[in-house]
């Protein structure tokens, strides 16, 4: 299984530009998270989805979106990048909390640069 | 989770010696108490978790300890080690938005 993985890994971006961040899962989890790090600061929740179809917003939505259409797959878009969205973007995973466990399964992390 | 804080925000600990992390949170329905430890350039990964029906829970030297009265839980980490340098980070879960502390960032001396 390759758990929680992130495409792409590194990105470069101009401001304004536009970018797509997917995060795809395949331990059938129904939740996904999508967190941004700044340096040497903690986890902050942008959005997340609870399901297939569904979407919410978390501590710092602005500038971001998203899309689940498929269970496996969670898509965080950038519209109109600026330099303030450089950080190192974490897709997390889980199931749900009435089950065994309420670990969330984290990506790699992709690294975007906003110039 | 909701409100989550976490104390200390950097503690150094001589090689050996034990050290405390507090997380305190003001949602009432958080049931789930995970700490995560994540180093340098890495994910985060959960190292201890524990439920709201007990109160303490132990795997060789670390150890979670949780107080629901008061709405903290606590990461012991006994005989440390050099490997235990990293930031480590309390999410309390009750529902579906899973909130992170700020996060502490332990420092191991020689």
């Known amino acids: 299984n390759a758990g929680v993985t992130q495409t792409p890994k590194f990105r470069v971006l101009k401001t304004g530009q536009s970018m797509t961040l997917l995060c795809a899962q395949d331990m059938n989890h129904e939740y996904m998270y999508w967190y941004r790090q700044d340096p040497g600061m903690g986890l902050r929740l942008i959005h997340y989805?609870?399901?297939?179809?569904?979407?919410a917003k978390g501590e710092v939505p602005d500038g971001y979106n998203v899309s689940r259409l498929k269970k496996q797959n969670f898509l965080l878009g950038l519209e109109s990048a600026a330099p303030s969205q450089t950080s190192v973007y974490f897709c997390?995973?889980?199931?749900?909390?009435?089950?065994?466990?309420?670990?969330?399964?984290f990506g790699e992390g992709s690294r975007l640069t906003v110039l | 989770g909701e409100n989550v804080e976490q104390h200390p925000s950097t503690l150094s600990v001589q090689e050996g010696d034990s050290a405390v992390i507090k997380c305190t949170y003001s949602?009432?329905?958080?049931?789930?108490f995970p700490w995560y430890k994540q180093e340098l350039g890495k994910r985060p990964q959960l190292i201890i978790d524990?439920?709201?029906?007990?109160g303490e829970k132990k795997d060789q030297r670390i150890a979670v300890t949780l107080n629901k009265t008061a709405k903290h839980f606590s990461l012991h980490i006994t005989e440390t080690q050099p490997e235990d340098s990293a930031v480590y980070f309390c999410?309390?879960?009750?529902?579906?938005?899973?909130?992170f502390g700020k996060g502490t960032r332990l420092h191991i001396l020689p």
């Open positions: 989805s609870v399901g297939e179809g569904t979407t």
């Open positions: 997390a995973s889980s199931e749900e909390l009435a089950a065994n466990t309420g670990e969330l399964f």
């Open positions: 999410a309390p879960r009750g529902d579906d938005k899973i909130i």
């Open positions: 524990i439920r709201s029906n007990v």
């Open positions: 949602d009432s329905a958080s049931n789930y």
